[in-house]
């Protein structure tokens, strides 16, 4: 198959990612869900309700976020192979 096939048929899922243990982003993944769970062990029924709409928010934000950068930067790359499969020229036509 090719690329364009493997993500069709959802063979590649550009918007996961695989997070190495001790990395960085392991780490505040760790810190977010630690502080997460203390915040919420201090909410009354109506402060966690609250927050849960917080976090729903926060969630769709960041979805549309990285949809935007996947689309922002598969247009740059569209552009820097018409610039080389040209010679260098410009790419702003496309």
Do not use: W
């Not at 402060?47 to 598969?74: I, M, N, P, V, Y």
């Amino acid at each position: 198959m090719t690329t364009l096939e493997d993500l069709y048929y959802g063979n590649i899922n550009p918007h996961e990612m695989y997070i190495n243990r001790g990395s960085q982003v392991d780490r505040l993944v760790k810190l977010i869900y630690k502080n997460e769970e203390a915040l919420i062990s201090t909410l009354t029924e109506q402060q966690k309700e609250t927050f849960d709409k917080f976090k729903e928010c926060q969630s769709e934000l960041c979805d549309l976020t990285a949809r935007q950068a996947f689309t922002d930067g598969f247009v740059l790359a569209t552009r820097i192979m018409v610039e080389v499969m040209n010679g260098i020229g410009t790419a702003e036509d496309v």
